[in-house]
């Protein structure tokens, strides 16, 4: 064979054409180092403009948003190559999000009956009632000024209250300055709780109208409280809110179908928790071993 002219010619067009390889191999694009901006990314970028500003792009403006774009995909390619998106709380859970976003865009609820509405605003009743509005004064004692007399001194100023002809009388010249209001018109429990803390507005809740209570606590000291009075809105009806319990079992819906997903997500994995804290941890409600 060494002497056969085609084996020669062969071994000839294998050593000029790795030659030629060798001498051109850096001119070969490499798909890693290239960035396309093609109709998709170009329909994207005119799409998001003409979202935000109600008009489309000008040819500068285009040019001004494609090189936008090549900057941030060249920043982000290097950060993933120096590893910028490992172990990154903020990545960890927008890839999360995004994923969730994508679960609930691709799960597909059913129109549901009127039975099963009118089933879902019984069991949420309670959310759809409209809530009491209390209208109240208050006398503030500061026990950082009267100390452990604070209590007793709520006691007599109740009784001076109470003998006036009109028990709010002068209210605010009772008691100790005090940095919000003396007196609160309409206001929710939830809207009380705010101001004064969640234990302060329950017990203002249960307050009866027309009379002094007290001494009641809050975290700013000791207050004697005047309901004035109590404004209570009918139970809800399902007529009346239809459509919202509509949007709600919607809502609800997505959300279970989302949480049957990431269940099934989780038998693909086995969950290991290395040294634990005192006590039993628990995931997706099952206490580890």
């Known amino acids: 064979m060494l002497k056969e002219p085609l084996f020669h010619f062969l071994i000839l067009g294998l050593l000029i054409y790795g030659g030629y390889a060798w001498l051109h ?29 109600q008009r489309g792009p000008t ?13 941030e995909t060249v920043l982000y390619r290097e950060a993933l190559t120096m590893g910028l998106d490992q172990n990154d709380i903020i990545v960890r859970r927008r890839l999360a999000q995004k994923l969730e976003f994508l679960i609930e865009d691709l799960a597909e609820v059913s129109t549901p009956t009127d039975e099963e509405l009118e089933a879902y605003f019984e069991a949420h009743r309670a959310s759809y009632r409209e809530p009491d509005r209390i209208t109240f004064s208050h006398v503030f004692l500061d026990p950082d000024r009267r100390g452990e007399a604070a209590l007793e001194d709520a006691s007599e100023i109740r009784a001076t209250l109470e003998a006036q002809a009109d028990p709010t009388q002068g209210v605010s010249d ?19 709780a705010k101001l004064f803390g969640r234990d302060f507005g329950a017990r203002i809740a249960e307050l009866g109208e ?36 509509k949007d709600d079992w919607t809502a609800a819906k997505r959300q279970e179908l989302n949480d049957e997903y990431v269940t099934r997500l989780l038998e693909k994995y086995e969950v290991v928790i290395e040294e634990p804290a005192e ?11």
Do not use: K
Request: no cysteine; net charge negative.
């Open 25 to 53: 191999r850096g001119d070969a694009p490499d798909e890693e180092q290239t960035i396309r901006v093609g109709p998709g990314e170009l329909g994207w970028l005119r799409t998001s403009f003409e979202t935000r500003w």
């Open 174 to 192: 009772f008691g100790d300055p005090f940095m919000l209001q003396s007196y609160y018109p309409e206001r929710t429990e939830a809207e009380i």
């Open 210 to 245: 027309g009379r002094w209570h007290g001494p009641v606590l809050s975290g700013y000291g000791v207050h004697l409280v005047y309901v004035h009075e109590i404004q209570s809105f009918p139970q809800p009806t399902f007529g009346d809110f239809r459509e919202q319990v």
């Open 59 to 71: 040819p500068a403006e285009l040019q001004g948003l494609v090189d936008e774009y090549v900057r």
């Open 279 to 289: 006590g039993q941890i628990s995931v997706e409600g099952e206490a580890s071993p």
